[in-house]
């Protein structure tokens, strides 16, 4: 199948699946991200990039979105994307970096840029790069609609305190630690949203560790209406993606 050509200028938006399925991402490529590529070569158990899902899945069943992912890396990453070239978004809320990681303070600010432009849009950034926020954030203020959730490396030492400049932290544990604290295992984001809004009450997100992708452990009850739910999703983003401009 011949490759999509790009509008250079045009950021990628991925439609989500998984626990994710409902939102849209503004992600990057994980595989050529020089962090990441560190992060995942590491050779300890308790660091959580070396069971990096997003690495697993774009060397296998997603190898296809590498060229989109890595298109995005160069745009956001190379330059500050001019005004008019950053899109209209209609999203309610945006993930980003559903896959990769910030590369570098342009990427940042071209995502604080395109905040400014949507003010209508919640943006909800995962990082483990507190030093690109805290950089970019000593000489601009955080937009008002953009979380920062620090994505903590170390499992079953979970923070409960976010650091400077992080409005939330991400803690992933081993299934049977902080069992009872576990707030994010085996949920569906648009069924909890409390990663997407600042007066959640939930700063603190806690999470049994991934395998390919999928939680370890899963949350079966009900597991027939979210079933439903997710597949009248999808017909509403079908009828939305099909109608014309």
């Given amino acids: 199948?011949?490759?999509?050509?790009?509008?250079?200028?045009s950021i990628h938006f991925s439609n989500m699946t998984g626990k994710l399925k409902g939102l849209r991402a503004i992600s990057t490529n994980t595989i050529t991200n020089p962090f990441c590529i560190k992060m995942s070569s590491t050779k300890k158990e308790n660091i959580i990039c070396g069971k990096c899902y997003s690495v697993d899945m774009?060397?296998?069943?997603?190898?296809?979105?590498q060229d989109c992912l890595q298109h995005n890396s160069e745009l956001?990453?190379?330059s500050i994307i001019d005004d008019v070239h950053l899109p209209f978004i209609i999203d309610a809320y945006i993930r980003i970096d559903a896959h990769g990681e910030l590369i570098?303070?342009?990427h940042l600010i071209n995502i604080y840029n395109l905040a400014i432009k949507n003010p209508h849009t919640t943006f909800a950034i995962w990082s483990k790069r507190k030093d690109i926020v805290n950089s970019v954030n000593k000489t601009r203020q955080t937009p008002s609609n953009v979380i920062l959730i620090f994505s903590n490396a170390v499992i079953d030492k979970v923070m409960y305190e976010p650091p400077k400049h992080f409005h939330k932290v991400f803690n992933?544990?081993?299934d049977t630690h902080k069992e009872k604290e576990q707030n994010c295992t085996g949920q569906i984001c648009i069924e909890c949203m409390a990663c997407y809004k600042l007066d959640s009450g939930v700063d603190v997100i806690i999470e049994a560790e991934k395998k390919n992708g999928r939680t370890i452990k899963t949350k079966v009850k009900d597991s027939n209406s979210r079933r439903d739910k997710l597949d009248a999703i999808d017909k509403q983003w079908d009828a939305i993606l099909s109608a014309p401009i």
């Fill in 76 to 78: 956001l990453s190379n």
């Fill in 172 to 174: 992933n544990v081993t």
């Fill in 1 to 9: 199948m011949p490759k999509v050509k790009r509008d250079k200028n």
């Fill in 104 to 106: 570098n303070n342009t």
């Fill in 58 to 65: 774009l060397e296998t069943y997603r190898k296809n979105m």
